[in-house]
């Protein structure tokens, strides 16, 4: 079966796909030279999702799971929603497989979403624990030891709210059928990751309003419970923190910048007057590196005034270490995932712009007992880069492996048939010629290899589609400024 002419067939046999260098690519390229071996595990850049939370906030990206293997980020299109500090989308390398999302260690799969509980999460509740049991030897100086069992136990519900917290997030975005890949409980709060971005602001804002707003609610309950009971109980400085905890968490999720949840929804507010999600992102981006400042700069400063209640005089030296720290990493974390956000709103911009059809290598079919010097001559008389084992039906086989051409010398290639270099096909292999950006990058990464079968709507030969070539131009994309 002869693969059809294709828009672009000029340049595929030219130059590598995206590029307009006159340097042969790896591969077929000008056949007449030994081919350069290429590599058997190219990695696909993933994209982002949604966003995260955290402790003294709330509230990844996606991370753009978020990629042709995985170009960090973002990603992911991992969208990775944090409770308690800030909300960034992270994305990063991930590994082939994504059955196994690993991050520590299992405690469940509520909605059918893994949750697990990151190492860390045992230091900040030790540094809980140990702070809260010193203010309760103030309030309550006959528990003695018994404190800590009590600071241990507002530790662990600290973080059922922030779960909690994440749930709402986890659950709204399933109702939109958005996939979550996990919920993570870790140092700075919780993530949820979300594999794709809410495809109206609409949605957008539900998803990010619904994590502050459930804080909000659990703050409430908190606060009858504590109308209930002693104050100066056990039980009522239990339920005092934690309204208190929860009021923080949600107050500084909803702060309108980038990552917090707060951010996202002045995104989708900007999205909705303007029509487009990247204006709404780098304006939101922008406030959230500004509130990165005023946090490193303001919270030594509130605490030095003594406006959260202590006199001044009773603040001591490590205490103003301990606070300049705190604000140090929030606005580290706050800053990084403003960046983080921008940087995956760029990859979704260029997103488009990765076409399987005009990324494809021209292709022609060749018998599997063809000699692989025969098979060579022919791609060079039809100027193609890349050779298709077919059956006596003219039917897709296999693909002759670039690495493995290039690994056979010049002298020995008349007596080695194709079929030996030959990687047969499996139907993940096989990609459709119509393909575009992240639907093209979830179908590579889902089934990782070094070369796709391209395939007409009609089953025809289109080309073939090499995993490194999609990684070039994904970094080229990536390279240029954005719009």
Request: net charge neutral; hydrophobic share 45%.
């Amino acid at each position: 079966m002869k693969s059809p002419a294709r828009e672009g067939d000029s340049e595929a046999g030219r130059a590598a796909p995206g590029e307009a260098s006159a340097e042969p690519a790896p591969g077929i390229v000008v056949m007449r030279k030994t081919l350069r071996p290429g590599t058997d595990s190219t990695r696909i850049p993933s994209t982002p999702g949604p966003s995260p939370c955290m402790i003294g906030a709330s509230h990844r990206a996606t991370a753009p799971r978020r990629h042709p293997h995985d170009v960090d980020h973002t990603g992911s299109t991992r969208t990775e929603r944090r409770t308690a500090v800030a909300d960034t989308d992270e994305s990063g390398e991930r590994p082939a497989k994504r059955s196994d999302p690993g991050g520590g260690i299992l405690m469940g799969r509520p909605f059918g979403v893994p949750v697990y509980v990151s190492p860390s999460w045992f230091l900040v509740a030790a540094l809980i624990t140990w702070v809260f049991g010193d203010q309760l030897d103030r309030i309550l100086p006959d528990l003695g030891p018994a404190r800590y069992l009590v600071s241990l136990f507002f530790a662990v519900a600290f973080y059922a709210s922030v779960l909690v917290h994440e749930l709402a997030h986890t659950i709204a975005a399933l109702r939109f059928g958005l996939p979550v890949r996990r919920i993570q409980l870790q140092f700075f709060g919780g993530v949820s990751e979300i594999e794709k971005e809410s495809e109206t602001p609409g949605r957008e804002f539900v998803l990010a309003f619904v994590g502050p707003l459930l804080s909000l609610v659990l703050a409430g309950i908190f606060y009858l419970g504590m109308k209930a009971v002693d104050p100066a109980s056990v039980p009522g400085v239990l339920l005092a923190g934690l309204m208190v905890s929860n009021l923080l968490v949600a107050a500084f999720n909803l702060l309108p910048g980038l990552p917090l949840d707060g951010g996202r929804m002045l995104r989708a507010l900007i999205w909705g007057l303007t029509g487009k999600p990247m204006t709404g992102t780098v304006a939101a981006a922008w406030v959230g590196r500004a509130l990165a400042v005023t946090v490193l700069l303001g919270l030594p400063l509130i605490t030095q005034t003594g406006v959260l209640g202590n006199p001044p005089q009773d603040i001591g030296g490590m205490d103003t270490v301990m606070d300049a720290l705190l604000a140090a990493i929030l606005a580290a974390i706050i800053w990084t995932g403003a960046g983080n956000s921008l940087r995956m709103a760029r990859l979704r911009e260029h997103l488009p712009e990765l076409r399987a059809r005009t990324l494809t290598r021209r292709a022609i079919p060749v018998q599997s007992a063809t000699p692989l010097s025969e098979a060579l001559r022919r791609a060079n008389e039809a100027g193609a880069r890349a050779l298709v084992v077919v059956d006596g039906q003219g039917d897709p086989t296999a693909i002759v492996r670039e690495t493995a051409i290039a690994s056979v010398p010049e002298h020995r290639r008349p007596w080695v048939a194709v079929s030996t270099l030959a990687q047969d096909l499996t139907d993940g292999m096989k990609v459709s010629a119509e393909l575009t950006g992240e639907e093209l990058l979830d179908h590579l990464r889902t089934t990782p290899a070094t070369e796709y079968l391209v395939l007409e709507k009609s089953g025809q030969i289109y080309g073939v589609l090499s995993a490194l070539d999609v990684e070039k131009a994904f970094v080229k994309a990536m390279a240029r400024p954005q719009s």
